[in-house]
């Protein structure tokens, strides 16, 4: 099945920008979301991307595909301590439509 | 209701007893799905409802997992003969359409503690 790899950790400094990557295996995938979950919440739907798509900027969040290298990654600039929470990547495959989770990353934004 | 929710938002069981955890979706969603977040597994899928068809059953991890819907609106998930492993967050979502780039909106979980 879908291997879908995040690294665990990352601390940044407030105001800097943070990068989280995603790397999958399946190369099928249709649709590529970024999810934040936050202590005793559920996962909040952060941004999305389509497969026929390189980037996308919503506000603070850029999400970069690069099909190529099966890799996505999340870039939130100007980080704030509120930013900080886990990040799940996950992968839809067109017909399939459970969400196949990465392995989740912590981000901690000291002030 | 404004969003998803869950009951109950803890349950701690004994080995060997049956589980029922609820899901309330979002009014009008017609898809709904159950996800189990594990420290050893990680966030995975369980099983798919849309509407009137059969659900997709591919994620449940063994005959002691089932699941229903009825009236198309609440579902029910549950174990029976629990065991340690069970042990995890479980994750009800929803959404208008299913599937695509319609949101799954999420709830905020069950914790079950198999003793």
């Known amino acids: 099945g879908e291997d879908v790899e995040q690294s665990l950790f990352l601390s940044v400094r407030e105001g800097d920008s943070s990068v989280i990557n995603c790397t999958y295996t399946d190369s099928s995938s249709t649709y590529l979301y970024w999810y934040k979950q936050e202590p005793g919440a559920g996962l909040q739907l952060l941004t999305y991307i389509f497969s026929n798509m390189d980037m996308k900027q919503d506000q603070r969040l850029t999400v970069l595909l690069n099909k190529k290298d099966k890799h996505l990654s999340l870039r939130i600039a100007d980080t704030q301590t509120g930013d900080s929470a886990i990040y799940f990547c996950a992968l839809m495959n067109t017909g399939f439509q459970k969400l196949v989770f990465g392995t989740g990353t912590r981000l901690l934004v000291s002030p | 209701g404004a969003g998803v929710s869950q009951s109950p938002s803890n349950k701690v069981t004994e080995k060997g007893k049956d589980v029922e955890l609820r899901c309330d979706p979002i009014s009008g969603h017609t898809a709904l799905y159950w996800y189990r977040q594990s420290l050893g597994q990680g966030l995975e899928f369980l099983i798919y409802f849309q509407g009137n068809s059969a659900p997709d059953k591919s994620g449940l991890p063994s005959d002691r997992f089932s699941a229903e819907r009825t009236g198309g609106s609440v579902s029910t998930l549950t174990i029976q003969r629990t065991q340690q492993e069970d042990s995890a967050v479980y994750l009800c979502?929803?959404?208008?359409?299913?599937?695509?780039?319609?949101?799954?909106?999420f709830g905020p979980g069950t914790r079950l503690t198999v003793l």
């Open positions: 979502a929803s959404s208008s359409a299913g599937g695509g780039p319609d949101t799954q909106y």
